[in-house]
């Protein structure tokens, strides 16, 4: 079993609409919570980091993560063609930059 | 944000020759860099830790003596893939931090490797 799962999709919703993406995981020891975008063929991009759990808000994108259930969430809310991509979540036990990685959920934004 | 420049974004190969991909952070230095490689559809793999000076630190599994890592300066890790394979083809990131904390992690843009 993968220590992080994460829902592949791919995912197709219309413009303005709310996306949820979700990721589970089975270590205990993560601490550290991290969304990022990954356009094709190119680097992830952080779009949300967050410390234990609670919610963080950004503008259009939330952060949820509940420890006691292992579950984390990024909300999307009026969705636009350019957040088509491909959303990983990722979850470190230190501060130290060494993540572990879900499989990405690609995402498609339909005008 | 900062900037880590990725080279080179893509490069063919004939099996059995070494190809070099550099890594570099542009406007900060890099205490430490990061390689992952990453199939498609699949997650980012790490496959080892570079500190400049020291020695790279791999993951279980990943050959070390196959995945060359060199981290000559605080800006700049290198990664050869040593006498390269068809299997080895993949899409291999690199990222670079600047302190403590995923908001000092920097990503590559990435090199797909097609190794023929």
């Known amino acids: 079993q993968k220590e992080v799962e994460q829902d592949p999709g791919p995912l197709s919703v219309p413009e303005g609409a709310i996306v949820s993406l979700n990721c589970t995981y089975s270590?205990?020891?993560?601490?550290?919570f991290m969304w990022y975008r990954q356009y094709s063929r190119k680097g992830p991009e952080l779009l949300m980091y967050t410390y234990s759990s609670g919610n963080k808000e950004d503008g259009r994108f939330t952060a949820q993560v509940d420890k006691s259930s292992k579950y984390i969430s990024l909300f999307i809310r009026d969705s636009q063609p350019s957040d088509s991509a491909t959303y990983l979540c990722a979850m470190s036990a230190t501060n130290a930059g060494k993540s572990t990685f879900g499989d990405g959920t690609t995402l498609t934004v339909k005008p | 944000g900062a900037v880590v420049s990725q080279h080179p974004s893509w490069v063919i190969c004939k099996s059995g020759t070494s190809v070099k991909i550099e890594c570099r952070s542009l406007d900060f230095q890099a205490t430490t860099m990061f390689w992952y490689r990453q199939f498609p559809k699949q997650s980012l793999m790490l496959m080892a830790t570079s500190n400049e000076g020291s020695k790279a630190t791999y993951e279980q599994g990943v050959e070390k003596d196959k995945f060359l890592i060199n981290h000559a300066s605080l800006t700049l890790s290198t990664l050869t893939v040593t006498s390269a394979h068809p299997e080895d083809s993949s899409f291999y990131i690199c990222?670079?931090?600047?302190?403590?904390?995923?908001?000092?992690?920097?990503f590559g843009s990435g090199t797909q490797l097609s190794v023929l």
């Open positions: 270590n205990s020891a993560f601490q550290y």
């Open positions: 990222s670079a931090s600047s302190g403590q904390g995923a908001e000092k992690l920097f």
